[in-house]
């Protein structure tokens, strides 16, 4: 069965300082791959996603991301991070059957930022 | 930009009681889904509607459960008789015919007493 880990529940950075988070992943066939984030009372936007192609993908607000098949990961990283991106942040991958079509999610990482 | 919507923002019911949850998807999306978030965990799929019929469930989704297209806008969730446990955030979530992509409503969070 596919699954997604977030190995680090909570991370804290300075403001401009640049951030890396982590998702590894589990799936036995070519995975398509996204990063949501969630404020606070909001719901989960899409920051990025991956089907094919180039394995570094841009997203909104700043935020990439790069596939690696080799270690099953697909970390989200931003050179330097503002205030307004605290939040949490979920890795999930889609896995389909037939018609089916559903999203699996790792358990997220919250995003501290500091002045 | 369309997005979609979902009412109520929060409820609050009896151990028992029915709910209804309301989603309003994108216009042109033909694919529905309903995750839930308990605190602390994470986001699981429940159910996912095409075509006025489900294409899959969790097992989570068990008898209780039950989703409707009543017209052209809206997509609900029922609880039958709701439990203590049923406590969550419920997102629902729809794409277009690619599916490539699923777009999130703000949730509804529930709170079973």
């Known amino acids: 069965a596919q699954s997604v880990t977030q190995p680090d529940i909570h991370i804290t950075v300075s403001e401009g300082a640049s951030l890396e988070l982590r998702c590894n992943y589990s799936y036995g066939a070519t995975p398509y791959l996204f990063w949501y984030v969630q404020s606070p009372g909001q719901g989960l936007q899409l920051l990025l996603k991956?089907?094919?192609?180039?394995?570094l993908v841009q997203g909104i607000k700043g935020f990439e991301a790069e596939f690696k098949r080799s270690q099953s990961s697909f970390n989200l990283r931003k050179p330097s991070v503002h205030w307004s991106d605290a939040a949490e942040y979920f890795c999930?991958?889609?896995?389909?059957?037939?018609?089916?079509?559903?999203?699996?999610f790792g358990k997220g990482t919250l995003l501290t930022v500091n002045p | 930009e369309p997005e979609v919507t979902q009412t109520p923002s929060h409820q609050v019911t009896q151990m028992g009681q029915e709910v209804i949850l309301r989603c309003v998807p994108i216009s042109n999306h033909l694919y529905f889904y309903w995750y839930r978030q308990i605190l602390g965990q994470k986001v699981e799929f429940l159910v996912s509607?095409?075509?006025?019929?489900?294409?899959?469930k969790s097992e989570i989704f068990d008898d209780q459960f039950s989703v409707e297209r009543p017209d052209g806008s809206n997509f609900t969730l029922k609880i039958r008789s709701t439990k203590l446990e049923d406590s969550a955030m419920y997102f629902c979530?729809?794409?277009?015919?690619?599916?490539?992509?699923?777009?999130f409503g703000p949730g509804t969070r529930l709170l079973v007493l």
């Open positions: 979530a729809s794409s277009d015919v690619v599916r490539e992509t699923q777009y």
């Open positions: 509607f095409y075509n006025n019929e489900i294409s899959e």
């Open positions: 999930a991958v889609a896995t389909s059957g037939g018609s089916n079509y559903k999203l699996t």
């Open positions: 991956y089907f094919s192609g180039d394995t």
